[in-house]
């Protein structure tokens, strides 16, 4: 499995989840990278001291991402849903790829993206039969607030769901204090071990 952690400018979060990947699951290949990365930058002092107290010592330097490392990973994983955003417009041809690692480990999310998914087809199916029959006899206007009526609790029964959807982003701690990395690394910390079970089974 070859894994290419993203996150912005490749000192902190992306780093980090590198270092603890190389230091838990054996036959991993594993890199970093930073969409808007400088070239060969020290990953941030920070990171390095918070790494320290998972005994790891972090000998980094930064990359922008590429096409090259694109092409080499089995599997891009995303610090947040922007930086998953960002690669699909900038490098659309791997978007098979990309994921955040939250969204990459987390099974709790699948039954709601299921029944998302389902009642995203329904709304949509119920939105062009009701201006099939509806959209001679209506004005615009009408229409449109039919429509809104008509609707309304299908469009509710989403927003609630969409609420129970996982924050799929790991905390930025760039320019925070000592502890704000520290509860990154945990963050981290945590969803690499989901990711070793995953890769495991």
Known sequence: MKILFVCTGNTCRSPMAEALV???????????????????????????EA??????????????????????????????????????MEF????????TLKEYVSEADKKVWDELK??????????????????????????NLELQSHLAEDIQYIKTL???????DISDPFGGAQETYEKT????????DLLKEKINN
């Open 185 to 192: 690394l945990n963050e981290l910390s945590h969803y690499i």
């Open 162 to 168: 969409e609420a129970n959807l996982i924050n799929y």
């Open 22 to 48: 190389k230091q838990r699951i054996s036959g991993a290949e594993v890199k970093s990278a930073g969409i808007f990365a400088g070239l060969d930058q020290r990953a941030s002092q920070k990171a390095v």
């Open 51 to 88: 790494l320290k107290n998972f005994d790891i010592e972090l000998e980094h330097k930064s990359q922008h991402v590429t096409d090259k490392l694109l092409n080499w990973a089995d599997i891009v994983l995303t610090m947040t849903t922007q930086h998953k955003q960002s690669l699909i």
């Open 118 to 143: 389902q009642k995203y087809a329904d709304y949509e199916e119920k939105r062009a039969m009701f201006i099939r029959d509806n959209g001679q006899k209506l004005d615009n206007k009408h229409l």
């Open 92 to 99: 659309p041809n791997f978007q098979d790829k990309y994921f």
